[in-house]
Nanobody
Framework: QVQLVESGGGLVQAGGSLRLSCAASGQTFSSYQLAWFRQAPGKEREFVAAISWSSGGTYYANSVKGRFTISRDNAKNTVDLQMNSLKPEDTAVYYC?????????????????WGQGTQVTVSS
């Protein structure tokens, strides 16, 4: 069974930075996609970024492109999300997710495993 545990959330002022980390365990992730999603109160869960575990190829939502960077550490089985130039509209619960396929998707319905989430709050 795959387990995903997020950490690194918190409160930061606009313009600041945070680094989220997702520790993955329970399976070999070599052919999987790992992604970050977020969900603000009253809104649907939205795609933030994804990375191919095998190739390292990355994908970003337009709203975070140029500000956020997703990376993985194969040895540690972790996926990080470096968030810079944070804005109040980035405030949300951030979730790590795994899709058991090589192919990328931005739809949360296509992901098979989820972490419990970590709160990110950006004050203006």
């Amino acid at each position: 069974q795959v387990q995903l545990v997020e950490s690194g959330g918190g409160l930061v002022q606009a313009g600041g930075s945070l680094r989220l980390s997702c520790a993955a365990s329970g399976q070999t992730f070599s052919s999987y996609q790992l992604a970050w999603f977020r969900q603000a109160p009253g809104k649907e869960r939205e795609f933030v970024a994804a990375i191919s575990w095998s190739s390292g190829g990355t994908y970003y939502a337009n709203s975070v492109k140029g500000r956020f960077t997703i990376s993985r550490d194969n040895a540690k089985n972790t996926v990080d999300l470096q968030m810079n130039s944070l804005k109040p509209e980035d405030t949300a619960v951030y979730y790590c997710a795994v899709r058991r396929t090589y192919y990328y998707s931005s739809s949360p319905d296509r992901y098979d495993y989820w972490g419990q989430g970590t709160q990110v709050t950006v004050s203006s």
